[in-house]
């Protein structure tokens, strides 16, 4: 099992910054790849950014050059860097970890960016 706490959310003005974490435990050992989704009110989830277990990251087209995604092996930590921040990035934003059987998802940090 794997268990992803997230943290550093909140509310920011537009143009604004915000780092989020994301703690993995358990089967470390397990998790391929480590990534953010988000979920806006009245949306589907979609995918934000992943980072798998060398470094190679993948981050949407929407949030390039404005989010980078990065991680600390040392803490089974991965973080999500968000600037330049815009009323629709507002979502709850997700933590996933991808395993060779299973993904796992943290229960979900807020992000509220006013105009």
């Known amino acids: 099992q794997v268990q992803l706490v997230e943290s550093g959310g909140g509310l920011v003005q537009a143009g604004g910054s915000l780092r989020l974490s994301c703690a993995a435990s358990?089967?470390?050992?397990?998790?391929?790849?480590m990534g953010w989704y988000r979920q806006a009110p009245g949306k589907q989830r979609e995918f934000v950014a992943l980072?798998?277990?060398?470094?190679?990251?993948n981050v949407e087209d929407s949030v390039k050059g404005r989010f980078t995604i990065s991680r600390d092996n040392a803490n089974n930590t991965v973080y999500l860097q968000m600037n330049s921040l815009k009323p629709e990035d507002t979502a709850v934003y997700y933590c996933?970890?991808?395993?060779?059987?299973?993904?796992?998802w943290g229960q979900g940090t807020q992000v509220t960016v006013s105009s």
């Open positions: 996933k970890a991808w395993s060779t059987r299973l993904d796992y």
């Open positions: 358990g089967i470390i050992v397990a998790i391929n790849a």
């Open positions: 980072i798998n277990r060398g470094g190679i990251t």
